[in-house]
Nanobody, 119 residues
Framework: QVQLVESGGGLVQPGESLRLSCAAS????????MSWYRQAPGKERDLVAT???????NYADSVKGRFTISRDNAKNTVYLQMNSLKPEDTAVYYC?????????????WGKGTLVTVSS
């Protein structure tokens, strides 16, 4: 079964924090490079952070120093700790592996979780 379920989004004020979670099916998660993407209104989906099965991480310049990606291999779950949030972080956040999961020949995405940063 193919499954990506993101959660943890919400409405926060600038400077506050949120922790996102993504539960993935084992077939997706095991030994995969997992990632968080985000898509702001009217914009393309962008890669935010990645983490290898061994824990090596990479971040987009726009979030470096503020966001932390982590994973729990026993729970098939990847997390995104977001601190010092800014209005420009407002987006729908998605997790996936790299490369994205394919289902019937098309990229498969979960429903995402909406993060809104506003005063």
């Amino acid at each position: 079964q193919v499954q990506l379920v993101e959660s943890g989004g919400g409405l926060v004020q600038p400077g506050e924090s949120l922790r996102l979670s993504c539960a993935a099916s084992r077939s997706i998660f095991s030994f995969s490079i997992m990632s968080w993407y985000r898509q702001a209104p009217g914009k393309e989906r962008d890669l935010v952070a990645t983490i290898t099965s061994g824990g090596s991480t990479n971040y987009a310049d726009s979030v470096k120093g503020r966001f932390t990606i982590s994973r729990d291999n026993a729970k098939n779950t990847v997390y995104l700790q977001m601190n010092s949030l800014k209005p420009e972080d407002t987006a729908v956040y998605y997790c996936n592996k790299i490369p994205p999961v394919k289902l019937y020949g098309m990229d498969y995405w979960g429903k995402g979780t909406l993060v809104t940063v506003s005063s």
